[in-house]
């Protein structure tokens, strides 16, 4: 669908479970010289130009009627424009809840999409601490259910099961923080071979 340039060199997609630090890889690729994209930031500002609030029960509607109505890959092709349009050389790009949208962004050759896990009760520990909308202070039953909807939700909604069999790549975090680190250097560097 896109004829990329040859300026464009790898997209890491970051795909997995809710809080299990696909923002803590973003930061990392970042910090290894990646520019970060996320297809939620785009969902955000939808929500904040209809009024909505931009808590997940809202952005995983949202993100669905897009998807439904502008095909499911709609958000992963804005996002492959937008880093092709910015000649970017190394992207991270999170926040991948639906195959279309790794689809789309796999017509770049040199895109590998990495799936990031943790133990449940260890993210829902996470997913308490960080308390970055209401949904992260549901109960520990309410949050396996709402992850249990976004495991497969059609096509226009959230695939995670699918995303999980797609990745090239895995990544447990269920260590330190140094060790997420070690993790991400090696996958770098395993993919720059």
Do not use: C
């Amino acid at each position: 669908m896109y004829a990329l340039k040859p300026f464009l060199k790898m997209i890491l997609g970051i795909s997995g479970t809710n809080s299990a630090g696909k923002d803590s890889v973003a930061r990392i690729l970042k910090d290894a010289g990646f520019e970060q994209f996320s297809l939620s930031d785009a969902i955000r500002e939808e929500a904040k130009a209809r009024g909505l609030p931009s808590d997940r029960d809202v952005l995983i509607k949202l993100g669905n009627e897009l998807r439904e109505k502008l095909g499911p890959g709609i958000l992963g092709e804005r996002i492959l424009d937008l880093i092709k349009k910015k000649k970017v050389e190394k992207a991270s790009v999170i926040s991948i809840r639906n195959p279309a949208e790794a689809k789309a962004l796999s017509n770049h050759d040199d895109f590998f999409l990495v799936w990031v896990d943790a133990p449940p009760q260890l993210r829902y520990e996470r997913s308490l601490a960080r308390h970055r909308d209401k949904s992260d202070s549901l109960s520990y039953d309410d949050f396996i259910a709402m992850e249990n909807l976004e495991r497969d939700a059609g096509p226009s909604g959230q695939r995670l099961d699918v995303l999980e069999e797609m990745a090239r790549f895995k990544i447990d975090n269920t260590g330190s923080i140094e060790e997420l680190n070690e993790k991400v250097d090696s996958l770098i560097e395993s993919i720059s071979r």
